[in-house]
């Protein structure tokens, strides 16, 4: 199994937006979810996002409802998560994940992570 880093990270204000795509991974079961975490230290990590990527079914966390979307390309098994209206408390390391189950943060497979920083 393959996993390519997670990219997209990087820094930006408050207001302002970044898209994360996590892509590449080598399914070997049937279910093909894919999810998305944070994490600050000293923190647990967070579940924010996670995407069927056959159906295309979608959830999100409270905290990024409304402001977080996921888009997916089938074919190359990636999910971007586009982050919008980005929040200082959006601070994080994000990681994407291959999940067990799409309608449970169950842990496949977490991949690598990449840092989002946002500024006040």
């Known amino acids: 199994q393959e996993w390519p880093a997670v990219s997209g990270g990087g820094s930006v204000q408050a207001g302002g937006s970044l898209r994360l795509s996590c892509e590449g991974y080598e399914f070997t079961y049937g279910r093909r979810c894919m999810g998305w975490f944070r994490q600050v230290p000293g923190k647990e990590r967070e579940g924010v996002a996670r995407i069927n990527l056959i159906l295309g079914g979608t959830y999100f966390s409270n905290s990024v409802k409304g402001r977080f979307t996921l888009s997916r390309d089938t074919a190359k098994n990636t999910s971007h998560l586009q982050m919008n209206n980005l929040k200082p408390e959006d601070t994080a390391m994000y990681y994407c994940?291959?999940?067990?189950?799409?309608?449970?943060?169950?842990?496949?497979?977490w991949g690598q992570g990449t840092q989002v920083t946002v500024s006040s």
């Open positions: 994940a291959a999940l067990t189950v799409c309608d449970q943060w169950n842990i496949y497979e």
